[in-house]
């Protein structure tokens, strides 16, 4: 069995145990959260796959900063994975991962098993249609989004968070969320956290851990083709044609490279577009060396998004 521990005091100081609360069920979970919210405490949830980064550490500070309880899921789920040999790879640290939140001073753990949340039988699914599902990775991994959908709305309902962090990396995936939460009337605020980049520009993902030394290197390529991009709008041009063959050029350079996609969206309705304006961005995904990695960057500028325009 993968979580095997409700109670973890790792690496702490003689007489400075700050034990991370982990919690496998669902009804302890519940439990946990019902005692926050009557003692009146605003609890902020941070779900996961786990293999955590930097990139987690700062979506969970962020729930701390309006927030007095912080909630981190760690769940790598089947349903939201198109390809079996990817959701097989998947990183899996939990030791790493329960003493990174120990320091953050997370407040408790979800840490379910696939029986906990997808007992047999299991049959429904939450499924979003329209423009924020059928494009980019809506389209180039087919289910993906139902199951993102699905346990997300599952996580939520356990966790009652009145606030809900994700990270704008997963730019598609935060829109598609907000609007979730809006059609389904749940009561949660979502907030979308920056991007992190390593030095070098490559963004932080729980990915990037499967990359070797000559990988990495070579996935350096993806911002490095979006900033081209970038650069050739704000020197003027405007064809999206043009901007993505600026992406695919620099990409298909790299030995061991597959384009995925790449496309120029706008945010307003997000619809992809033939002539670029400053409501885009040019998002692609690329296979290095097997391993999908996705970014994006606003052609405008680096500013975050708050939300999406109606
Ligand atoms: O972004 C992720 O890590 C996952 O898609 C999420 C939101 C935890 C759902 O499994």
New binding site residues.
């Given amino acids: 069995m993968r979580f095997s521990r409700r109670v973890v005091t790792i690496n702490h100081p003689p007489g400075k145990i700050l034990p991370v609360q982990q919690l496998l069920t669902i009804d302890d979970q519940r439990a946990f959260s019902k005692a926050a919210t009557l003692q009146g405490k605003r609890i902020g949830f941070v779900?996961?796959?786990g293999a955590l980064h930097a990139g987690h550490i700062s979506l969970i500070a962020r729930a701390r900063a309006v927030c007095d309880v912080v909630v981190v899921?760690i769940?790598v789920?089947p349903t939201?994975f198109d390809n079996p040999e990817d959701f097989n790879a998947y990183p899996i640290t939990l030791e790493d991962d329960l003493e990174q939140l120990r320091e953050a001073g997370v407040d408790a753990v979800f840490t379910p098993t696939k029986e906990e949340l997808y007992p047999n039988g299991y049959c429904t699914f939450v499924e979003m249609v329209g423009p924020l599902t059928d494009k980019l990775c809506g389209v180039a991994r087919p289910g993906h989004f139902r199951g993102?959908t699905t346990?997300?709305s599952k996580l939520f309902h356990i966790v009652q968070p009145n606030v809900a962090v994700?990270g704008e990396k997963?730019l598609q995936?935060v829109l598609i969320i907000s609007r979730m939460v809006k059609d389904l009337d749940m009561p949660i605020e979502i907030i979308i956290g920056k991007t992190m980049r390593e030095d070098d520009g490559l963004v932080m993902s729980s990915r990037n851990r499967r990359l070797d030394e000559v990988g990495r290197a070579k996935a350096l390529a993806l911002p490095r083709s979006l900033e081209m991009a970038r650069m050739s709008y704000q020197g003027g041009e405007t064809n999206a044609i043009k901007l993505c063959e600026e992406v695919y050029g620099e990409l298909l350079l790299q030995d061991g490279v597959a384009v995925d996609y790449c496309d120029v969206i706008s945010l307003k309705g997000f619809t992809e577009k033939e002539v670029a304006d400053d409501s885009c961005f040019i998002a692609a995904a690329a296979f290095v060396d097997g391993v999908r990695l996705i970014d994006h960057v606003h052609l405008a500028g680096p500013e975050i998004v708050e939300s999406l325009d109606d």
């Fill in positions: 779900p996961t796959m899921s769940f789920n939201q993102v346990i997300v994700f997963d995936q």
